[in-house]
């Protein structure tokens, strides 16, 4: 089984609206990493959390962990085609360095 | 200031063959993390390299191995190559202990 969970796996929304994608662990997080991947290529790092309750905004993309740190969310205001790519969490859960990621979500976005 | 580079950008091979893919970290990065990503799913950790020694290993067999450079370059070799080996193979680098990690392009490896 997964150890990371995100859902939804795919979602397809107008530009403008809003979405959330989440992020779920069985396990405490000692650290949790928000990537944006466009197909085929490299993921961009989008943002870190590392305390429960914690929040970050860069643009309108913003991401929280939850207070027992098992849980994240991204959320993502106003969207626009280029939010569009597959948005993956990752996350160090032994303070390890190895990060373990989810399976993705991939976003459409359409005019 | 030059990010993650790695090479090449595509890469296609035949079964029983071998194969080595190259990256160079993050300029003042010593740590370089080398990912497996199949088709649809998320990158898999295969192991990482500090101070030119494997660090940590991923749950992948003895037929991928690594190197790091003094100039804390890496190398990530692949023997005898199966099918199932093709995938987007990503290399992640960063400061020891400090957790984010920057990501190359990928070199997309098809096993034919």
């Known amino acids: 089984s997964q150890e990371l969970e995100q859902s939804p796996q795919s979602l397809i929304v107008q530009e403008g609206k809003n979405l959330t994608i989440n992020c779920t662990s069985s396990k405490t997080l000692y650290g949790l990493y928000w990537y944006k991947q466009k197909y085929g290529e490299g993921l961009i790092f989008l943002m870190m959390?590392?305390?429960?309750?914690e929040e970050k905004s860069h643009e309108k993309i913003t991401a929280k962990l939850d207070e027992k740190k098992q849980q994240s969310s991204l959320h993502i205001t106003a969207s626009q085609p280029s939010h569009a790519g597959i948005y993956l969490c990752g996350a160090d859960m032994r303070l390890s360095d190895k990060l373990i990621f989810g399976t993705g979500t991939r976003l459409q976005v359409f005019p | 200031d030059a990010g993650v580079t790695q090479s090449p950008t595509h890469l296609i091979k035949t079964r029983g063959q071998q194969v080595t893919l190259r990256c160079s970290p993050k300029s003042g990065h010593d740590t370089v993390s080398w990912y497996q990503q199949a088709l649809g799913q998320g990158p898999q950790f295969i192991f990482q390299?500090?101070?030119?020694?494997?660090?940590q290993r991923g749950n992948f067999p003895d037929r991928f191995s690594g190197h790091q450079f003094p100039n804390y370059s890496s190398e990530l070799n692949v023997n005898a190559l199966l099918l199932g080996d093709s995938a987007l193979y990503l290399c992640a680098s960063s400061f020891l202990d400090r957790y984010e990690q920057y990501f190359g392009p990928g070199t997309r490896l098809t096993v034919t």
């Open positions: 390299y500090y101070e030119e020694e494997e660090r």
């Open positions: 959390l590392q305390k429960g309750g």
